[in-house]
T-cell receptor, first 113, second 115 residues
Framework: AQSVTQLDSHVSVSEGTPVLLRCNYSSSYSPSLFWYVQHPNKGLQLLLKYTSAATLVKGINGFEAEFKKSETSFHLTKPSAHMSDAAEYFCVVIYSSASKIIFGSGTRLSIRP | DAGVTQSPTHLIKTRGQQVTLRCSPKSGHDTVSWYQQALGQGPQFIFQYYEEEERQRGNFPDRFSGHQFPNYSSELNVNALLLGDSALYLC??????????????FGPGTRLTVT
């Protein structure tokens, strides 16, 4: 079955340290992959997207993600966390063959001062 | 340029009642998708409208129905409300005929509470 898995429900890092949020998807031909961020009481905002171009994708606010087909992963990273990064992050997969839009269960990112 | 707008912001209904939620897409967008986000969970896809027709549907019962108008705005209707329908309902718009389909822009959501 087509699915997406966010491996950590909660990640806590210190301000200024690297961030890694993990996402794996079930193998499929030509998936489109997205990361969205949701701040408390706010709508979802697109961070970055992968659509079969460069495997390393740069997004807003210093985030980037690398598409690794061999590992069916699309992990989100940031070199240095900022307090304003505290939010819920969702990995989203779209399988073009079925055009289904699937959200991961989310990872809550906390930043320690 | 106004983004995706939704109304109302909050809504409280009683079990068994019916509710209508509204969404106006971002300028230039022709496709509207609706999602249900229960507390502490990721959004679940309800359905998507394009050219005033339901194009895709997730695993939601027929109590959930929708409509898209000629100006691309959309409504989500839920009949016979259950306590479990309490959630944040998100609307997202996109432009179908693009090189990056399904790049969606989300509205702030409508918080529905069923008592």
């Amino acid at each position: 079955a087509q699915s997406v898995t966010q491996l950590d429900s909660h990640v806590s890092v210190s301000e200024g340290t690297p961030v890694l949020l993990r996402c794996n998807y079930s193998s499929s031909y030509s998936p489109s992959l997205f990361w969205y961020v949701q701040h408390p009481n706010k709508g979802l905002q697109l961070l970055l997207k992968y659509t079969s171009a460069a495997t390393l994708v740069k997004g807003i606010n210093g985030f980037e993600a690398e598409f690794k087909k061999s590992e069916t992963s699309f992990h989100l990273t940031k070199p240095s966390a900022h307090m304003s990064d505290a939010a819920e992050y969702f990995c989203v997969v779209i399988y073009s063959s079925a055009s289904k839009i699937i959200f991961g269960s989310g990872t809550r990112l906390s930043i320690r001062p | 340029d106004a983004g995706v707008t939704q109304s109302p912001t909050h809504l409280i209904k009683t079990r068994g009642q019916q509710v209508t939620l509204r969404c106006s897409p971002k300028s230039g967008h022709d496709t509207v998708s609706w999602y249900q986000q229960a507390l502490g969970q990721g959004p679940q896809f309800i359905f998507q409208y394009y050219e005033e027709e339901e194009r895709q549907r997730g695993n939601f019962p027929d109590r959930f129905s929708g409509h898209q108008f000629p100006n691309y705005s959309s409504e989500l209707n839920v009949n016979a409300l259950l306590l479990g329908d309490s959630a944040l309902y998100l609307c997202a718009s996109s432009r179908t005929l693009t090189t990056v389909p399904y790049e969606q822009y989300f509205g702030p959501g409508t918080r529905l509470t069923v008592t």
